[in-house]
């Protein structure tokens, strides 16, 4: 069974600091994905990762999969107040045809300080 | 906005009761996917439909059923509720099977859900 665990599951930072919140999956899976989600609202799919080495960024937020370790990351630079959030990593279970069985992880509960 | 549309934003009910949840996908989506979200469970995957038919099944309870009609809209049925479903019920969506594997599940706004 495919187990998702994220770390640190809350998180304070400084404005302008960097961090990075770590996704590690048990088993093999062909696609990792990262969601955000602000309190009460719904889950916006930030990245999807396809293949090893993948990397995507989106302003001050950059995805990375190391398929041969199961893990990802999610790294933030110069952290401003807008990014507080809880952003989730969500791994698929392989062999399911399209996005079947997505096990989410626990959830990074970010709090930007001013 | 997603696109996903959820009725109703909230429910309060009592334990025993049955309610339905409902879900309008994405234009052009097949696939509907279930979700609950839960302080002490997470998120978990319940159950997908893809075109009317049962895909995928996860954590879902016997007392739960959903279904995927002709227009692609979805139903989770939840009876003799407890205490213990109160929780954020979304619905997510994505496109045909054969173009969704690297397409990421939209989301609905969910359906909160307090049994009291």
């Known amino acids: 069974e495919l187990k998702v665990e994220q770390n640190p599951l809350f998180l304070s930072m400084q404005e302008g600091k960097n961090y990075t919140i770590y996704c590690n999956y048990s088993?093999?899976?062909?696609?990792l994905y990262w969601y955000r989600q602000d309190p009460g609202k719904s889950l916006e799919s930030l990245f999807v990762l396809l293949s090893n080495g993948a990397v995507k960024q989106e302003g001050r937020l950059m995805a990375s999969l190391d398929t041969k370790a199961r893990l990802s990351t999610l790294h933030i630079t110069a952290a401003v107040h807008d990014l507080s959030a809880t952003y989730f990593c969500a791994a698929a279970t392989p062999g399911f045809f399209g996005n079947e069985k997505l096990t989410f992880g626990t959830g990074t509960r970010l709090t930007i300080i001013p | 906005d997603s696109g996903v549309t959820q009725t109703p934003k909230h429910l309060i009910t009592a334990t025993g009761q049955r309610v339905t949840l409902r879900c309008s996908p994405r234009s052009g989506d097949l696939s509907v996917y279930w979700y609950q979200q839960s302080l002490d469970q997470g998120l978990q995957f319940l159950i997908q439909y893809y075109n009317g038919e049962e895909r995928a099944k996860g954590n879902i309870l016997e007392r739960f059923s959903a279904q995927q009609f002709p227009d692609l809209h979805s139903e989770l049925n939840l009876s003799s509720l407890e205490l213990g479903d109160s929780a954020l019920y979304f619905c997510?969506?994505?496109?045909?099977?054969?173009?969704?594997?690297?397409?990421?599940?939209?989301f609905g706004n969910g359906t909160r859900l307090t049994v009291t």
């Open positions: 088993t093999t899976s062909d696609r």
């Open positions: 997510a969506s994505s496109p045909r099977s054969g173009r969704s594997y690297n397409s990421p599940l939209h």
